[in-house]
């Protein structure tokens, strides 16, 4: 079943599935296809709760799934629904990740809840024949989500926690500083804490390595039009000419790793 | 070559294109993002003197011939406001403050706090269809209302005053000549319709969170024009008409029927950021098919 | 199998849509030509007392997102239009007729001299924006104007009174109360929004020769959706919604939104003259999707 | 120039030309093209005035034509009108003139203000390889349009008036019958006064032929929503199912040759 959108209304399904990744994290699945690309979100309507952006942590045939950390009243509400509960489904939005035509050996770097949509990604690099070097990185084993998934899969994985508990301690900068050193890696891509993706970016560019980062902005509309997730100095919408950017843009931005504004507006302290 | 440019509220603008309070109005980036993009003045979304959240989402949906929205006004209050606003000339066009309030006094307070003459005018919005205290939903669109809001600006600011009106004010006439009289520069011929609701067939259930919300995009523009018309007849200060602009014809017929400039939001949503260059380069050539030269020729036209 | 079928105003029919008053309603033959395409029930053109012209051409354009006319109320006449609407059981449907006039006195005459028991109901437009003596430009829209009309028409007639009101209504609970408490036993919400006016550029003229129009179709869906579901909070007598319905899925969010019938007539613009067979396959299908066996389950579902 | 037409709204052209046709009727020639058919009608404004439905009468590559007879305000103030001026075009509308695919032999019959829609129609034959028999009937000489232009034309022609004054004296009906006992005839196309019509449709009819009609009636919309020209008993449009029908449909008409409505829906006996 393809999923037809006209106008920018939720389209309700029910969920199909419900896999809690660990004490934090649920993936849940619906059925029918998306038309989604990795890095691409949706916006999701608990119908007279709320609505708020997630992004596709997978894409089959004919199912797409969204991985969510419960973090507060919406992410609490969805935790509590069932199987077979309809859903608002309002999407994909937003500029999706890219591969260069040339590069065969790609860098993903995933951190906390930035592994779920690179997840996704991995999926598509490996289907495009893409060699992948996947880095994740999360505070504690307990909060990882999709590391068996992923390690089953034909890639090259590195695990980092800031405690050790899980693969080495330390950090994804570290990891990454590390494959580098290794292997040639024609592009990175990278999603995560935005302190982490500040660094990553810098390791990036200052090495001369093409690099993709997925950030998020408070958004309202998510297809460009409110202006609530607009970044200084620039004015670039995250909802639509991002939120997947080339690392110079993000580096570049006054804001980008500094602040963020909340929904009314008003800037806080990242 | 055709010529945009024109005198407003005695600011000369490169075009008559501006960008309508509450889309993409958020920060002084995102304003000076859309003068690159074409827009020959900007106006910021609107602000109270208290900071405020505004609906919960959906705030904006879209439906086949148009958009509906219920914000609810959301804006980060009168301070953090101020500091997001400074150095005004980093924009690059004219803008516009928006000011709000639930009573004259607030509004008063806003007109003495809140502006500077960074601003080129100050757009009141009395019109509102969908944020409970404020607009219509609180009687602020009465010819007595709208008179006494914009004197007890006028006594606080010496900034042009702009009074954007709703298009389902009964006696838009008489409306708008309170507005004149009590000393308001210029109308904004319009605010959203409606409003309106969708219900989503699944759930039975409204899709905004505020149930209905105010109609822009192309839906509106036939209706937007006509008020345009009856505005001009009553009064003779100048008009904003804002109201489903799409494009450069849909700009001039506003223009004819009596707006000297011309609002533009929802189309960034149908036609994406460069609509207001797009809008400028489609008038521009309607100008030299038609042979008008100046784009001030054709204000009121459909009036002869 | 869904079933369409429903009892308003004490008559059975078999599916909720009904032709709306003005599109196709000149000709009793093209009434029943509409039946048999699919309407469940017809409207008849609003007849006056005297023999009207109408307004010059155009009177009808249609624009990206809609449609707007100012017909002018042409017809023949009472005398002629009784003649014209004789025989309705020919029709095939329950046919609602359709009376206007300037003054009270002049329904009251309507009633008595061109009513019959023929009809299933008398609709009576209180909302016309388009046309001088009639309707809103005569503010018939008002609470009093209503009631006292209401009450004019029931002291000379049995047929239940259907109002119709206008969506410009400031306050439509309290103007579907006026028509509720003046014996009126069914609300059309609505008639025509605006009006509007299209400008043609190179003229520099409005089209439509009264210049301006009501808008009708797509445009004014979810404004009509939302005066629907004003109207259903206010009163206990049923309503027609009227105003933009294209699909089976808009005709089930009107019905959602309150009303019991849904009226139709762009439609026959945009989807041909079947589309009120159309419309009711549309809404079968929903309905078996979604599990909903009579239509009558779905009226106001969306107040829950 | 393909004139494109998204809404009902009128297209503003200048009068390309005039041609005086006799002393009641003009031909207006517009720049375009306009994409029409045979027996289909525009809507034509005169801003501010009034607008009314004419016949395409002819087409060419790169222009149109209407030949309006002088009648009453609207055709007397469009008579007043010179090259140059802009006038509003709306269509085309209507349901075309159309011919069997096998067939060759065709009777096209003008009567009056008829001939102006079939001049376009004879055109549209000969194009198609058909050979056709022209009969034309005016009152008198000084009222005939196109008979030069028709004459010129690889089509047998027959004239006909009411005085003898042109061609031979008679009615279009005389000379339709005389061409059918001579040739075989395989469908018949016939435009002009409505008794001439219904006269032509029976011929056709007894005889079996295939025949079209293209009838008038008031018009407001012209495309198929105000009602005004709706016919008794069927509630036809003639504007939208119409103006061209089979001749069957009108004959089964109560009001074919017997009465129309005028611009308020009263009744008119032809
Ligand atoms: C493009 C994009 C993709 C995202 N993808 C995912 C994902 O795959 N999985 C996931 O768990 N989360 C994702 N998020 C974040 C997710 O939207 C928030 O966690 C969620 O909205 C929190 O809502 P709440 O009511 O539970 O928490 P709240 O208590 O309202 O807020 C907790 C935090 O969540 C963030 N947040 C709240 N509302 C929004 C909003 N409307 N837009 C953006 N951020 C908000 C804020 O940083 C806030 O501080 C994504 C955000 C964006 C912008
Ligand atoms: C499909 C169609 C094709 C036509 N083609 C031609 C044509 O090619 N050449 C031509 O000269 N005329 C044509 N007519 C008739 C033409 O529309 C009328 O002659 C014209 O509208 C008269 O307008 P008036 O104001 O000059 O006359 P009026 O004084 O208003 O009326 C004179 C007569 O014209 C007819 N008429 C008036 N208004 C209309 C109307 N809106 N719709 C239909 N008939 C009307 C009536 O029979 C009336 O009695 C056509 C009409 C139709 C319906
Ligand atoms: C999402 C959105 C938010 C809006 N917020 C405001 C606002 O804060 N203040 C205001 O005066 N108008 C606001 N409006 C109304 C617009 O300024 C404008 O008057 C209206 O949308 C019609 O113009 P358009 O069809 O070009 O969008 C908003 C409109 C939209 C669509
Ligand atoms: C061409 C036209 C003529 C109309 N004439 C009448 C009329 O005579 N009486 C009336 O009550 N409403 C009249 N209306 C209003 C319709 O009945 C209806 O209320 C309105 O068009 C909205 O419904 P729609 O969007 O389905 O057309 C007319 C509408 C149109 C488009
Ligand atoms: S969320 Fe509205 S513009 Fe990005
Ligand atoms: S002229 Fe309006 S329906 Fe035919």
Redesign the pocket.
Known sequence: MQIQRRVEQPIMLPIKKIIEDNKDFKTFVFEGQLGAKPGQFIMLWIPRVNMKPFSISNQTEDEFHITVMKVGEFTAKLFELKVGELLGIQGPYGRPFSFKAHGENVAIVGGGCGIAPVNFLIYDAISKGKQVYFIGGCRNKDLFIKADEIKSLPVETSFVTDDGSYGEKGFTTDALKRLLEKEKIDQIFACGPEKMLVAIGKIALERGIPCQISMERYMKCGFG??GQCCVDDTGLRVCHEGPVFEARTLLDLKEFGAYKRDGSGTKQKI | MANLSLTFLGAKIKNPIVL????LGVTKASLANVVKNGAGAVTI??ISKDKRKGHNNPI?ITFETG?M?A?G?SNPGIDAAKEEFANLNEVGAPVFA?IIGTAPEDFAYMAENFLSDEYAAVEV?LS?PHTPGFGTLAGQGTPEAIFNITKAIKEKTDLPIII?LSPNSQNLGEVAKAAESAGASAINM???HGPGMVINLETRKPILDFKVG?V??PA?RPITVRCIYDVYKAVKIPIIG????NTGRDAIEMMMAGASMV?????VYYRGISVFKQICDEMKEWMEGAGVKSVEEIIGAAHE
């Open positions: 039009v409110c | 309508a309070s509450g889309i979304k609107s904006i958009m929205n914000v006004y928006s919005p509102c954007k319009g605010n959203t105010g822009s995009g509106i804002t109201g489903g602009v609002g533009v939001g929802t189309a």
